[in-house]
């Protein structure tokens, strides 16, 4: 019997709970030759490689699996044919394992084996029902069942007004009002029979229903696991360092109503509850008290003190999950006719953090610590209006929601009081522990705006950057409508007067300017004079009149306060924590100013602020596809570039790096380099190289952004004095030939496109401006308190 019942519940993960798409792909290449597969299948059998092991890295899993050594057996390993082995094992076992979580829920819940469910129809419909009844879960079930009528049937199914409806009539009703609907009959209900009791019956006697699962019940069980996976990578941020069939185990336990952080981190503490999950036979002992308080401690909020600690605690923190990104893309993209309500909160000095801190983890780590604080206070509005459903969203820069349902008439109010009290806290705690200075307005750096469409809400939010008092702007305000119509219109006049004064030059392309004055302008904003200077020498202009240049510059930052928000459903951090033996990170050159470009050519064409927002979105996805096709450019030329796989690239955002299995040598830097300018993207792309040995994941990060931060002072200074296209014909590289942070050597490589054909003068000119490069770097990074002396080499 009880292998009939696991045949079942077998049956159910493999079709209720189905792979996705990942697993599938893993599944078929598993089951090939790793020495036979084409390099398109080794390229993706890296990548699955890879995101294991920046997952690892990131939850700290290698700590937990050292405090807990017996634990080893239940950890993922990130080699390939390791993950094959998991894959297997868990399509053998994933049965057992959610059986063994949820009876393990009922004894942590106090309930007596004889009455607990042990056949698997009886499992899904009491762990349906638990998950149904809970105050605490109502909201993710009830946001589950809004998306099936099977489910929205399951709720009146003794509701005698609603259970013979047709699906479309029942379908216009939302879940939470059947919900409500049919508590309300019931209420009434046994009021009747309120004397009556049942009589209790024995396990044994009850009839029982070992038949393959219904269509409704397969539902049943694919909703409660996403549900429960949902609320576990919320509350437990260890979840992903265990492998596929110890966290079925963990889902089950969850759908048996077991949904607390301390419990899912001493879940496998308990009993032998270890043993059985690793399929051995030891059995280990622990201490009782002592084991309870370490896994208390395992999710506890601890504080941070440090920059350091900050960003050991948020740096690969996100508040949504993939799953929960997609979906709220899908009802941004289907604009004003989602009738809901949209709230964008964005990091508006994310490119100034980055230029003045000189540190990508620092920057992305403040804005994940800002988006905790948010999403803390968004889940506290939800839980105080139960029918109000809000839909997350969080990528690199922004935190986004979509609340709809019953949503309270005073919302903007309450949104405008929770990003105030939420900057203040964000503020305050940074300051008052040192990590920011007194003097850093860090209280005025997140703007926040809403509407009745993502893109309105975003647009909301960039008009506040222009305004003294940082509250949440709302698109449909009679001064916002205003200001914008009067943009709009000042923009199309200061469009045309420019083209009239530099018609005649290659400053005009399109409807606009050349996407190369958007970013100069973009880089040197506020600097008329260095603007006025590479203008006139990218351009090959005689002179370009100040007053010009102050129109141009007036005229692209007033273009990008229409700039369309970016939709990212998943991200990864593109880091070198793993690099021990060295690689490079490579900043991909020019996304904003051709994101600019297309806004700004979109917006010529728009008649009124509704169509302005189309239109920029439209342009925004071309860009798009455009900065997607560089990107695999260059993990092509990475793995062509040097034996394979010696390097293993991952990229995110604009961002991509490349961990080294062993070191590179300086002529694999330089064949990257030369590939890279081989190309209609020369010039695009800003490398560094960090060497072996360096210890620290923090170090090596560090030193890879100081020289980025190298060959961006470098190639600005060189658009100033360098003849445009033989400059665009060059991809620079900084090898970083230190070890330590703020000294050492660092030495320039160029990669050199066909046909440009630098003279010695030209190579003295580059040679002269990168030590001034490094200069300019070292005095920027002494500016934070910290003295750095690096100097260039031959």
Same mark, same amino acid.
């Given at each position: 019997?009880?292998?009939?019942?696991?045949?079942?519940?077998?049956?159910?993960?493999?079709?209720?709970?189905?792979?996705?798409?990942?697993?599938?792909?893993?599944?078929?290449?598993?089951?090939?030759?790793?020495?036979?597969?084409?390099?398109?299948?080794?390229?993706?059998?890296?990548?699955?490689?890879?995101?294991?092991?920046?997952?690892?890295?990131?939850?700290?899993?290698?700590?937990?699996?050292?405090?807990?050594?017996?634990?080893?057996?239940?950890?993922?390993?990130?080699?390939?044919?390791?993950?094959?082995?998991?894959?297997?094992?868990?399509?053998?076992?994933?049965?057992?394992?959610?059986?063994?979580?949820?009876?393990?829920?009922?004894?942590?819940?106090?309930?007596?084996?004889?009455?607990?469910?042990?056949?698997?129809?009886?499992?899904?419909?009491?762990?349906?029902?638990?998950?149904?009844?809970?105050?605490?879960?109502?909201?993710?079930?009830?946001?589950?069942?809004?998306?099936?009528?099977?489910?929205?049937?399951?709720?009146?199914?003794?509701?005698?007004?609603?259970?013979?409806?047709?699906?479309?009539?029942?379908?216009?009703?939302?879940?939470?009002?059947?919900?409500?609907?049919?508590?309300?009959?019931?209420?009434?209900?046994?009021?009747?029979?309120?004397?009556?009791?049942?009589?209790?019956?024995?396990?044994?006697?009850?009839?029982?229903?070992?038949?393959?699962?219904?269509?409704?019940?397969?539902?049943?069980?694919?909703?409660?696991?996403?549900?429960?996976?949902?609320?576990?990578?919320?509350?437990?941020?260890?979840?992903?360092?265990?492998?596929?069939?110890?966290?079925?185990?963990?889902?089950?336990?969850?759908?048996?109503?077991?949904?607390?952080?301390?419990?899912?981190?001493?879940?496998?503490?308990?009993?032998?509850?270890?043993?059985?999950?690793?399929?051995?036979?030891?059995?280990?002992?622990?201490?009782?008290?002592?084991?309870?308080?370490?896994?208390?401690?395992?999710?506890?909020?601890?504080?941070?003190?440090?920059?350091?600690?900050?960003?050991?605690?948020?740096?690969?923190?996100?508040?949504?999950?993939?799953?929960?990104?997609?979906?709220?893309?899908?009802?941004?993209?289907?604009?004003?006719?989602?009738?809901?309500?949209?709230?964008?909160?964005?990091?508006?000095?994310?490119?100034?953090?980055?230029?003045?801190?000189?540190?990508?983890?620092?920057?992305?780590?403040?804005?994940?610590?800002?988006?905790?604080?948010?999403?803390?206070?968004?889940?506290?509005?939800?839980?105080?209006?139960?029918?109000?459903?809000? !839909? %997350?969203? $969080?990528?690199?820069?922004?935190? #986004? =929601? +979509? /609340? *709809?349902?019953?949503?309270?008439?005073?919302?903007? @109010?309450?949104?405008?009081?929770?990003?105030?009290?939420?900057?203040?806290?964000?503020?305050?705690?940074?300051?008052?522990?040192?990590?920011?200075?007194?003097?850093?307005?860090?209280?005025?750096?997140?703007?926040?705006?809403?509407?009745?469409?993502?893109?309105?809400?975003?647009?909301?939010?960039?008009?506040?950057?222009?305004?003294?008092?940082?509250?949440?702007?709302?698109?449909?305000?009679?001064?916002?409508?205003?200001?914008?119509?009067?943009?709009?219109?000042?923009?199309?006049?200061?469009?045309?007067?420019?083209?009239?004064?530099?018609?005649?030059?290659?400053?005009?392309?399109?409807?606009?300017?050349?996407?190369?004055?958007?970013?100069?302008?973009?880089?040197?904003?506020?600097?008329? !004079? %260095?603007? $006025?200077?590479?203008?006139?020498? #990218? =351009? +090959? /202009? *005689?002179?370009?009149?100040?007053?010009?240049?102050? @129109?141009?510059?007036?005229?692209?930052?007033?273009?990008?306060?229409?700039?369309?928000?970016?939709?990212?459903?998943?991200?990864?951090?593109?880091?070198?924590?793993?690099?021990?033996?060295?690689?490079?990170?490579?900043?991909?050159?020019?996304?904003?100013?051709?994101?600019?470009?297309?806004?700004?050519?979109?917006?010529?064409?728009?008649?009124?602020?509704?169509?302005?927002?189309?239109?920029?979105?439209?342009?925004?996805?071309?860009?798009?596809?455009?900065?997607?096709?560089?990107?695999?450019?260059?993990?092509?030329?990475?793995?062509?570039?040097?034996?394979?796989?010696?390097?293993?690239?991952?990229?995110?955002?604009?961002?991509?790096?490349?961990?080294?299995?062993?070191?590179?040598?300086?002529?694999?830097?330089?064949?990257?380099?030369?590939?890279?300018?081989?190309?209609?993207?020369?010039?695009?792309?800003?490398?560094?190289?960090?060497?072996?040995?360096?210890?620290?994941?923090?170090?090596?990060?560090?030193?890879?952004?100081?020289?980025?931060?190298?060959?961006?002072?470098?190639?600005?200074?060189?658009?100033?004095?360098?003849?445009?296209?033989?400059?665009?014909?060059?991809?620079?590289?900084?090898?970083?030939?230190?070890?330590?942070?703020?000294?050492?050597?660092?030495?320039?490589?160029?990669?050199?496109?066909?046909?440009?054909?630098?003279?010695?003068?030209?190579?003295?000119?580059?040679?002269?401006?990168?030590?001034?490069?490094?200069?300019?770097?070292?005095?920027?990074?002494?500016?934070?308190?910290?003295?750095?002396?690096?100097?260039?080499?031959?």
């Amino acid at each position: 019997m009880l292998l009939k019942i696991v045949t079942y519940i077998l049956l159910s993960s493999l079709t209720a709970h189905a792979f996705d798409a990942q697993d599938i792909l893993l599944y078929s290449l598993c089951k090939k030759d790793r020495k036979t597969c084409s390099s398109n299948e080794f390229k993706l059998v890296e990548k699955f490689e890879l995101q294991c092991r920046v997952e690892q890295e990131g939850h700290r899993c290698q700590e937990l699996s050292a405090k807990n050594s017996e634990w080893a057996p239940l950890m993922r390993k990130c080699d390939f044919e390791s993950l094959c082995k998991e894959l297997k094992e868990y399509q053998a076992q994933s049965g057992i394992a959610c059986l063994r979580g949820y009876k393990n829920a009922m004894v942590d819940l106090g309930i007596s084996i004889k009455d607990m469910a042990f056949s698997l129809g009886e499992f899904v419909e009491e762990g349906w029902e638990n998950f149904k009844k809970s105050t605490r879960e109502r909201e993710a079930f009830l946001k589950q069942c809004n998306q099936s009528i099977l489910c929205k049937r399951d709720l009146v199914k003794d509701d005698h007004r609603y259970n013979k409806l047709p699906d479309d009539k029942l379908d216009k009703f939302t879940a939470t009002f059947l919900y409500v609907q049919a508590q309300d009959m019931k209420a009434f209900k046994s009021s009747a029979d309120r004397m009556r009791p049942k009589p209790y019956v024995p396990i044994s006697e009850r009839a029982r229903d070992d038949t393959d699962l219904t269509a409704e019940q397969k539902f049943k069980m694919s909703s409660l696991l996403d549900a429960a996976e949902v609320k576990i990578k919320e509350q437990y941020d260890r979840y992903l360092c265990y492998n596929r069939t110890a966290r079925e185990e963990l889902k089950c336990y969850a759908v048996g109503n077991v949904i607390d952080p301390t419990l899912f981190a001493g879940y496998f503490i308990k009993g032998a509850r270890v043993v059985a999950a690793a399929g051995r036979l030891s059995k280990v002992e622990k201490a009782g008290v002592e084991v309870e308080k370490s896994a208390a401690t395992l999710t506890a909020r601890s504080s941070f003190r440090t920059r350091g600690e900050l960003i050991d605690k948020y740096l690969h923190y996100s508040p949504a999950t993939t799953a929960q990104n997609e979906k709220w893309i899908v009802q941004a993209e289907k604009g004003t006719r989602a009738k809901m309500t949209f709230f964008d909160v964005e990091n508006s000095q994310m490119k100034v953090l980055n230029d003045t801190l000189k540190d990508k983890n620092l920057v992305t780590s403040l804005t994940n610590y800002h988006k905790d604080i948010l999403f803390s206070k968004m889940e506290a509005l939800q839980k105080e209006f139960p029918d109000l459903i809000i !839909d %997350k969203y $969080s990528d690199f820069k922004s935190s #986004r =929601f +979509a /609340l *709809s349902g019953t949503v309270p008439k005073d919302i903007e @109010k309450r949104l405008d009081k929770i990003f105030r009290e939420t900057n203040e806290e964000f503020s305050k705690y940074l300051k008052d522990n040192k990590i920011l200075r007194t003097e850093d307005n860090a209280e005025t750096w997140f703007r926040g705006g809403v509407g009745q469409s993502a893109d309105q809400a975003n647009l909301a939010a960039r008009y506040s950057r222009g305004q003294n008092n940082n509250v949440v702007q709302n698109y449909a305000q009679d001064s916002m409508q205003q200001s914008m119509s009067r943009q709009l219109s000042s923009l199309d006049r200061q469009r045309k007067g420019i083209r009239d004064e530099v018609g005649r030059t290659g400053m005009v392309d399109g409807q606009t300017l050349h996407q190369d004055v958007f970013d100069i302008v973009r880089k040197n904003q506020g600097e008329p !004079d %260095k603007i $006025s200077q590479a203008l006139t020498k #990218r =351009f +090959a /202009l *005689s002179e370009l009149p100040r007053s010009t240049v102050l @129109k141009i510059q007036d005229y692209v930052k007033a273009t990008d306060n229409f700039s369309p928000g970016i939709h990212i459903a998943s991200r990864e951090v593109a880091h070198l924590n793993d690099a021990a033996q060295g690689g490079l990170s490579a900043d991909i050159i020019g996304l904003g100013a051709a994101n600019l470009k297309g806004t700004a050519e979109a917006l010529a064409s728009a008649k009124n602020v509704d169509q302005a927002l189309e239109l920029t979105r439209a342009a925004e996805k071309t860009v798009t596809q455009s900065f997607k096709d560089q990107k695999k450019y260059f993990e092509e030329v990475i793995r062509r570039s040097v034996s394979q796989g010696k390097l293993k690239t991952l990229c995110s955002g604009d961002d991509c790096v490349s961990v080294a299995v062993s070191p590179l040598n300086e002529a694999e830097k330089t064949k990257i380099l030369a590939g890279l300018a081989d190309s209609k993207y020369s010039g695009g792309y800003r490398l560094a190289f960090i060497p072996e040995g360096v210890a620290a994941a923090e170090t090596r990060n560090a030193l890879a952004t100081h020289g980025e931060s190298m060959e961006k002072i470098l190639r600005k200074t060189l658009g100033a004095s360098m003849e445009p296209r033989k400059l665009q014909g060059l991809t620079f590289g900084v090898d970083m030939k230190t070890q330590k942070l703020n000294e050492g050597a660092v030495k320039l490589l160029i990669g050199e496109a066909p046909g440009v054909r630098l003279t010695e003068k030209d190579r003295e000119l580059i040679e002269r401006t990168f030590r001034q490069a490094v200069e300019d770097l070292n005095q920027e990074v002494s500016k934070e308190g910290v003295q750095a002396m690096y100097r260039a080499a031959h």
